[in-house]
Each structure stands twice: as structure tokens, then as C-alpha cells.
């Protein structure tokens, strides 16, 4: 087993990390990215649903705890971290 053997496992080695990276870590990092941008788009009067499936109404914005107001009475106000929230509906948006 001489140098080239070595020098071949390195560049292996190296090809599966850069391999790696472009399959699972950069796309992950996009996401992050994506949905950071989502959060801090968040404003007072749109529609949300939160991680635990429930949807409610933004009603007030502090830092970062929100609170939402959820059900058709519109009784039941929660506070709840920003990161809960995994899809915003605009309160502005046009539906067709």
C-alpha cells in the first residue's frame, strides 16, 4: 500500500463530505433561511398555524411572543412563541 492508495481514500473521503454537504446540510440551511423570512414577516391580523395544528388570528406581537387568538367566539387568547408558527396566511392577501 503505497502513497496513491492513501491519496485515494483522502479524495474519497473529501468527495463524500462535499457530497454530503450539497445533499443534506446546505438544503437545510435554506429552509432555516426561508422560513426566518417567514417569521419576521409576521404582523398583527394574519392568519397562522401553529406546530400543534391549531389555527388562530395574530392579535398582538411582543418580541417574540405572540398572541393568537383562536376559535369561532373569539374567546380564547394564547400567548405563544414566534417559532410555533409554521404557516402565515397575510391578512392582505387577495384569494380568487
Same mark, same amino acid.
Given at each position: !500500500? ?6 485515494? $481514500?483522502? /479524495? ?6 462535499? $457530497? ?8 437545510? %440551511? %435554506?429552509?432555516? %433561511? %426561508? ?12 392568519? $397562522? ?6 389555527? /388562530? ?22 400567548? !405563544?412563541?414566534?417559532?410555533? $408558527? ?11
Amino acid at each position: !500500500m503505497g502513497n496513491n492508495y492513501w491519496l485515494m $481514500v483522502i /479524495g474519497l473521503l473529501v468527495v463524500y463530505a462535499v $457530497v454530503l454537504y450539497f445533499l443534506s446540510i446546505r438544503p437545510q %440551511k %435554506k429552509q432555516e %433561511k %426561508k422560513m426566518q423570512a417567514m417569521l419576521d414577516s409576521l404582523e398583527v391580523g394574519d392568519s $397562522v398555524e401553529t406546530s400543534a395544528g391549531l389555527f /388562530g388570528v395574530v392579535i398582538d406581537i411582543s418580541g417574540d411572543i405572540l398572541i393568537v387568538e383562536f376559535g369561532g367566539d373569539r374567546h380564547c387568547r394564547i400567548p !405563544m412563541r414566534r417559532q410555533a $408558527v409554521v404557516n402565515i396566511e397575510k391578512a392582505n392577501s387577495v384569494e380568487e
